[in-house]
Nanobody
């Protein structure tokens, strides 16, 4: 099983980035997919979930209206479009499988993360 994130980088406040997570080794189309982030010195923070068929999406309040999660089941890939970025979005962003229920206990597969830094 592999989950490989990409698309992170340094961006100015108000800018945009598009993260990708290419997966292999499991039946991608059967899994909920998530983006989770970890800011320096802080714990894991759930960001967004997309259901297996892509019809349902959920976001933490602080990113609603700015971030959009999507997936391409034909390419085993999940995306996170991030617009109007703020300094508080600076974190290591992970993609992961599983159902978020307030904790990460049901998360199974994780990538290694891609760094997003928002700074002028």
């Amino acid at each position: 099983v592999q989950l490989v994130e990409s698309g992170g980088g340094l961006v100015q406040p108000g800018g945009s980035l598009r993260l990708s997570c290419v997966t292999s080794g499991f039946t991608f189309s059967s899994y909920y997919m998530n983006w989770v982030r970890q800011a320096p010195g802080k714990g894991l923070e759930w960001v967004s979930t997309i259901y297996s068929d892509g019809r349902s999406t959920y976001y933490r309040d602080s990113v609603k209206g700015r971030f959009t999660i999507s997936r391409d089941n034909a390419k085993n890939t999940v995306f996170l479009q991030m617009n109007s970025l703020k300094s508080e979005d600076t974190a290591l962003y992970y993609c992961a499988t599983g159902e978020y229920t307030g904790s990460f206990r049901y998360f199974g597969y994780w990538g290694r993360g891609t760094q997003v830094t928002v700074s002028s």
